[in-house]
T-cell receptor, first 112, second 115 residues
Framework: DTAVSQTPKYLVTQMGNDKSIKCEQN?????MYWYKQDSKKFLKIMFS???????INETVPNRFSPKSPDKAHLNLHINSLELGDSAVYFC???????????FGPGTRLTVL | AQKVTQAQTEISVVEKEDVTLDCVYE???????LFWYKQPPSGELVFLIR??????QNEISGRYSWNFQKSTSSFNFTITASQVVDSAVYFC????????????FGGGTRLMVKP
């Protein structure tokens, strides 16, 4: 059983499009996250979310928005895609923020 | 503000050598948590260890060991008798338990173990 899953694994799209990446966790965790990993492997957290609060990294453009239909899902919506959005996006979850996080397999987004 | 520095961007060793990956952190908090993650060439991120700021005991897990020293703000990771399968990017990370805080990663160290 996959603990944290993401779809799609690869996403190729044109500049200006809107796209979504889905994330689901079956670990019963309360907190979920989205990370961006750039071409130099640098990992940056974008959002932290549980049923009480959404914490946004202030450097994330407002074209990015997380949507959580329920505790097990945290989807990432991206509007008006730009070339610089090309990266690998990881979803993760943990019981609370101080705990270890379990990561999904990543979604490689390529914006042409 | 929190910061994690992994000064070694890339390390290359020959199989069976021991290797230490350095991690230095900065935080103003007295309660914090340190982590190591492994990212093999396949791309997934694998949790290795979590340590809280009140537990300075070193830890050993098989060929892996971790040395946490608050006096030098370091949380170094040693692989003994390295193997080709250890080739990966290794990330050190830091968080506290304050509301609003998020996990901060170091830049990663790419370890290449040659046969």
């Amino acid at each position: 059983d996959t603990a944290v899953s993401q779809t799609p694994k690869y996403l190729v799209t044109q500049m200006g499009n809107d796209k979504s990446i889905k994330c689901e966790q079956n670990l019963g965790h309360d907190t979920m996250y989205w990370y961006k990993q750039d071409s130099k492997k640098f990992l940056k957290i974008m959002f932290s979310y549980n049923n009480k609060e959404l914490i946004i990294n202030e450097t994330v453009p407002n074209r990015f928005s997380p949507k959580s239909p329920d505790k097990a899902h945290l989807n990432l919506h991206i509007n008006s895609l730009e070339l610089g959005d090309s990266a690998v996006y990881f979803c993760a979850s943990s019981q609370v923020r101080r705990d270890e996080q379990f990561f999904g397999p990543g979604t490689r987004l390529t914006v042409l | 503000a929190q910061k994690v520095t992994q000064a070694q961007t890339e390390i290359s060793v020959v199989e069976k050598e021991d290797v230490t990956l350095d991690c230095v952190y900065e935080t103003r908090d007295t309660t914090y948590y340190l982590f190591w993650y492994k990212q093999p060439p396949s791309g997934e991120l694998v949790f290795l260890i979590r340590r809280n700021s009140f537990d300075e005991q070193n830890e050993i897990s098989g060929r892996y060991s971790w040395n946490f020293q608050k006096s030098t703000s370091s949380f170094n990771f040693t692989i003994t008798a390295s193997q080709v399968v250890d080739s990966a990017v290794y990330f050190c990370a830091l968080t506290n338990n304050n509301a609003g805080n998020m996990l901060t990663f170091g830049g990663g160290t790419r370890l290449m173990v040659k046969p």
